[in-house]
């Protein structure tokens, strides 16, 4: 994020939204983690429910990408066989990413749930799934300035492949 232009302040992961939105953030970035997204999702849901009905541009990765399903209304679900290590091919899909669907990024991965793909409300479209196994590797939320990914665009094994996604980010924010 850094590298992309931004300014960046960590909190931590159960910090209430008055909290956050005291600090007048331009965007919020929901970070990965380990675990079952449906308990961290308890403390985290409500928070990014919050924060997407204020319109603040979110982009979440791995956990932080689930969070965001779940915050939209999609479900998660634990896999047959978790994605673990790099050389992942996702592709890009959905009209959001018109401009470069059809598009294959070399991801890394390290996670045991995905965001259940056949689960994503209307106004949530699919824009990356896993070659591997077709299971659900990124969402946009139409209307609003949020979006994540399952993978970790920060590991670069492509090496270069996902840093758009923070240069994405960072064009959202102010």
Not at 10 to 33: C, I, M, R, W, Y
Not at 50 to 61: A, K, M, Q, W
Not at 108 to 126: K, Y
Request: some cysteine; overall charge negative.
């Amino acid at each position: 994020l850094v590298k992309a232009g931004a300014k960046v302040t960590v909190v931590p992961a159960q910090t209430s939204l008055d909290e956050v939105l005291a600090l007048k953030p331009d965007g919020v970035f929901l970070s990965n983690g380990p675990g079952d997204p449906a308990a961290t999702g308890e403390y985290a849901v409500p928070v990014i429910q919050g924060l997407l009905e204020r319109d603040v541009p979110l982009f979440g990765i791995c956990l932080g990408h689930q969070m965001l399903g779940l915050a939209a209304g999609a479900k998660t679900a634990k896999m047959h066989q978790g994605h673990r290590g790099a050389n992942h091919p996702v592709q890009r899909v959905g009209e959001g990413w018109a401009e470069t669907s059809g598009l294959v990024e070399i991801t890394s991965m390290n996670h045991g749930f995905a965001v259940d793909g056949t689960t994503l409300p209307p106004e949530v479209e699919q824009t990356h799934v896993s070659l591997f196994d077709g299971s659900n590797c990124g969402i946009a939320i139409k209307g609003k300035r949020a979006f994540g990914v399952q993978y970790h665009p920060e590991a670069s094994p492509g090496p270069q492949d996902s840093f758009y996604l923070f240069e994405k980010f960072v064009g959202m924010l102010g």
